[in-house]
């Protein structure tokens, strides 16, 4: 007559409890980091294929003229060069008159007040002549590839995308280990687990050994 082992059941319970822990954790990371995989994925491609899917870059040239009103807030004053903000009256101004935001921080010389507006997939810039008023301002956009490039790299993004970028790489890692460690369950059932792992690893490896120099 067989009986169960008096540690069998325990093992049973905590194989179950640590199962269940595994999916949860697997399907919760996969759902965070969905969107993020297909995205990372898209612009992996297009990256690899800069050279053949980037578009023409287009640039809108603007000039004008500051108010009289607000040519004090930015005339000279003597100081040597030094780097501050805009006064923010001339800032929402700019942002009005020439389309681009006037925020962020802008190099002041004893002639030229200059902004630099690098964003994902374009940049931009004003220019503000301390003397006379005079504003000039450039606006450049690469196409929504570029700007989806731009996300990947995490180029000119701001803080929060690179926040996202750090939790959504947590979340991958997590995705990953979950997977490996259920596949590590399930692999007496499945003998081709290790084998197709294995392969996974040594494909990229031997690709970089021998292609990569």
């Known amino acids: 007559m ?15 409890f640590w199962l269940k822990q595994l999916h949860s954790w697997h399907w919760i990371s996969s759902a965070v980091s969905l969107v993020g995989l297909l995205l990372f994925a898209f612009t992996g491609i297009t990256l690899n294929h800069a050279a053949d899917v980037e578009g023409a870059p287009a640039t ?3 000039s004008t003229t500051l108010p009289a009103s607000l040519r004090p807030l930015v005339a000279p004053d003597g100081k040597a060069d030094e780097k501050k903000p805009l006064p923010a009256p ?5 942002a009005k008159a020439v ?4 925020a962020g921080e802008a ?10 507006l690098p964003r994902p997939g374009g940049d931009g810039w004003v220019s503000i002549d301390r003397a006379s008023g005079a504003v000039t301002s450039e606006s450049t956009s690469r196409g929504w590839i570029s700007y989806l490039n ?15 970028i750090d939790i959504f790489a947590v ?6 280990l979950t997977g490996l460690l259920l596949l590590q369950l399930h692999a ?8 197709i792992v294995a392969a996974g690893l040594a494909i990229p490896a031997v690709l970089a050994i021998i292609f990569i120099h």
């Not at 082992?5 to 179950?16: E, S, V």
């Not at 001339?90 to 700019?94: F, M, S, T």
């Not at 979340?171 to 990953?176: D, M, P, T």
Request: glycine share 8%.
């Open 2 to 16: 067989h009986g169960t082992t008096p540690l069998a059941q325990p093992r049973k319970k905590a194989r179950a």
């Open 60 to 62: 809108v040239e603007k």
């Open 90 to 94: 001339v800032a929402e101004w700019i």
């Open 99 to 102: 389309g681009q935001s006037g």
């Open 107 to 116: 190099e002041w010389s004893a002639d030229e007040v200059y902004l630099a």
């Open 150 to 164: 731009d996300l990947h790299k995490g180029r000119n993004t701001g803080t929060a995308w690179k926040w996202f």
């Open 171 to 176: 979340a991958c890692f997590l995705f990953a």
């Open 188 to 195: 007496k059932k499945r003998p081709t687990t290790w084998p």
